[in-house]
């Protein structure tokens, strides 16, 4: 820490955490080489790392509900390139590889159904939308609480659907995305991804089912 | 991703060639730019922000020019502004679908 002694104000527990830890790599420390940082790859040497952590003080919730629209945000992005290519003929199914399919439910207590890749990700975002809707879920008021176990009961649940888009966009549409150039903005944004259901113990391995290697090399990177 | 198929769709390239796919795809790369560079912006920000604040709290304490209860309630206020940042900008209105 800085100036040898820093008294800490907060006395929560969850908020002893401190913001920034320190990374071998490069430390985003001023605002100029900003522009930089955010060209050259950003998924190299722990830029991303440290951006995830929560800010100290920070209420865990609001920082989680605020990364939900950010990831949501991103992969509605990722997918809206592709969708000339993911179409009801050439992806029948939610599928990514041949051993994993994610079906939907349509009505609570009804049996999941298949559905078509682009159908899936279509429910799936308005079903996102509808959460952050909710004032009950996602407090716009500045006065909104979040409800109790938002993390466990929402976001985990919110991220480990999310991830499946970028499961089927990496094992289906791959090539797609080499071609159109976007393998870099794709990258980012799943590393970014992953650093931060890390950060925060949200999604088990089990959860990246097919992008299990690809999570522990980017990891490693 | 080693399952993904070789081969590319037979009408990838007319499909990739149209106005509309060009057209999503630089929209799709701003984006991003903007979005990490915004967020590094708050991220950075964020974290002078709160080192001024300890820093005038710490001095304040050696000074003992103010009661602890004081201090304490100072940095809770400061965080309760900072909270409300970060909620705006969650809500923020967002680039919507540009389809």
Same mark, same amino acid.
């Given at each position: 820490?800085?100036?040898?002694?820093?008294?800490?104000?907060?006395?929560?527990?969850?908020?002893?955490?401190?913001?920034?830890?320190?990374?071998?790599?490069?430390?985003?420390? &001023?605002?100029?080489?900003?522009?930089?940082?955010?060209?050259?790859?950003?998924?190299?040497?722990?830029?991303?790392?440290?951006?995830?952590?929560?800010?100290?003080?920070?209420?865990?919730?609001?920082?989680?509900?605020?990364?939900?629209?950010?990831?949501?945000?991103?992969?509605?992005?990722?997918?809206?390139?592709?969708?000339?290519?993911?179409?009801?003929? &050439?992806?029948?199914?939610?599928?990514?590889?041949?051993?994993?399919?994610?079906?939907?439910?349509?009505?609570?207590?009804?049996?999941?159904?298949?559905?078509?890749?682009?159908?899936?990700?279509?429910?799936?975002?308005?079903?996102?939308?509808?959460?952050?809707?909710?004032?009950?879920?996602?407090?716009?008021?500045? &006065?909104?609480?979040?409800?109790?176990?938002?993390?466990?009961?929402?976001?985990?649940?919110?991220?480990?659907?999310?991830?499946?888009?970028?499961?089927?966009?990496?094992?289906?549409?791959?090539?797609?995305?080499?071609?159109?150039?976007?393998?870099?903005?794709?990258?980012?944004?799943?590393?970014?991804?992953?650093?931060?259901?890390?950060?925060?113990?949200?999604?088990?391995?089990?959860?990246?089912?097919?992008?299990?290697?690809?999570?522990?090399?980017?990891?490693?990177? | 991703?080693?399952?993904?198929?070789?081969?590319?769709?037979?009408?990838?390239?007319?499909?990739?060639?149209?106005?509309?796919?060009?057209?999503?795809?630089?929209?799709?790369?701003?984006?991003?730019?903007?979005?990490?560079?915004?967020?590094?912006?708050?991220?950075?920000?964020?974290?002078?922000?709160?080192?001024?604040?300890?820093?005038?709290?710490?001095?304040?304490?050696?000074?003992?020019?103010?009661?602890?209860?004081?201090?304490?309630?100072?940095?809770?206020?400061?965080?309760?502004?900072?909270?409300?940042?970060?909620?705006?900008?969650?809500?923020?209105?967002?680039?919507?679908?540009?389809?």
């Amino acid at each position: 820490r800085e100036n040898g002694v820093v008294t800490d104000f907060n006395y929560t527990p969850s908020h002893q955490k401190p913001f920034l830890q320190p990374t071998a790599g490069t430390t985003v420390s &001023s605002h100029q080489d900003l522009k930089q940082i955010v060209e050259m790859t950003l998924g190299s040497e722990g830029v991303l790392n440290q951006a995830v952590k929560l800010p100290r003080g920070e209420d865990e919730n609001e920082w989680m509900a605020v990364h939900c629209v950010d990831f949501y945000n991103q992969i509605n992005m990722l997918y809206g390139t592709i969708t000339e290519f993911c179409s009801p003929q &050439s992806c029948p199914r939610m599928i990514a590889t041949n051993e994993y399919e994610y079906l939907w439910s349509f009505q609570k207590g009804q049996a999941p159904v298949a559905v078509s890749a682009p159908k899936y990700v279509e429910c799936l975002m308005r079903w996102c939308q509808d959460q952050f809707d909710d004032e009950s879920v996602f407090p716009a008021k500045m &006065s909104g609480q979040f409800p109790p176990k938002f993390i466990e009961r929402y976001v985990v649940q919110m991220l480990r659907r999310l991830f499946r888009v970028y499961a089927h966009i990496y094992c289906h549409h791959f090539n797609e995305v080499l071609e159109l150039n976007l393998q870099t903005v794709l990258n980012t944004s799943f590393r970014h991804f992953c650093l931060f259901s890390q950060e925060f113990e949200l999604l088990r391995p089990a959860d990246f089912g097919p992008l299990v290697e690809l999570v522990m090399e980017l990891r490693d990177r | 991703i080693k399952n993904s198929p070789k081969k590319l769709p037979r009408d990838f390239h007319v499909k990739a060639e149209l106005h509309k796919t060009q057209r999503v795809v630089s929209v799709c790369q701003m984006y991003f730019l903007d979005y990490y560079c915004d967020m590094f912006d708050y991220v950075i920000s964020r974290r002078q922000r709160t080192r001024k604040v300890l820093e005038y709290l710490n001095q304040q304490k050696t000074l003992k020019s103010l009661p602890d209860d004081r201090l304490n309630s100072e940095w809770v206020g400061y965080l309760e502004k900072e909270h409300d940042i970060l909620r705006k900008r969650r809500l923020k209105p967002k680039n919507k679908d540009f389809e």
